[in-house]
């Protein structure tokens, strides 16, 4: 169940949409515009979280190299709004084509902390749990 004010929640989703599209892009940019400098991003097959907006970009643009297209479906969950920072979960499922002809499926969680910094809402965090994967 969300909490919080509907107006945060709303930014947050939007938020979870502007990663997802970014990932669908391909583009650093967009998919960047959505971490505070401060970020960490972790995904179980990275062997080590990667800290800092500079270094998740440059992760990003590194392991998307391999992918010729993909489709990214993420929905929060869980939200949880307490002032400036919150917390919650979003559910995501993958279809990954990468430029070998290679196909995953993947269906995820991410485990997100948010910080609202200038008036916009930004990941602090993202924990990915892979549920299964084809």
């Known amino acids: 169940m969300h909490q919080g004010p509907i107006e945060d929640r ?10 997802a599209a970014g990932a669908m892009r ?7 515009s959505t971490w505070a400098e401060d970020g ?5 097959s990275m062997p080590e979280p990667q800290y ?10 590194k392991v998307m190299a ?3 297209f993909m489709s990214m479906i993420s929905f929060p969950a869980d939200l949880v709004i307490e002032g ?6 979003a559910y995501c499922r993958e279809l990954i084509f990468s430029k070998t002809g290679d196909q995953k499926i993947v269906i995820g969680c991410y485990h997100d902390k948010f910080v609202k910094r200038d008036g916009r809402w930004l ?11 084809h």
């Open 40 to 44: 960490t991003w972790k995904l179980m």
């Open 52 to 61: 800092g907006k500079a270094d998740i970009l440059q992760y990003f643009t």
């Open 123 to 133: 990941f602090l965090s993202r924990f990915y749990e892979v549920m299964g994967k």
């Open 66 to 68: 391999y992918v010729d």
């Open 84 to 89: 400036d920072t919150a917390h919650g979960k």
């Open 26 to 32: 391909i583009d650093p940019e967009i998919w960047g």
């Open 10 to 19: 709303l930014e947050i989703r939007e938020l979870i949409e502007t990663f």
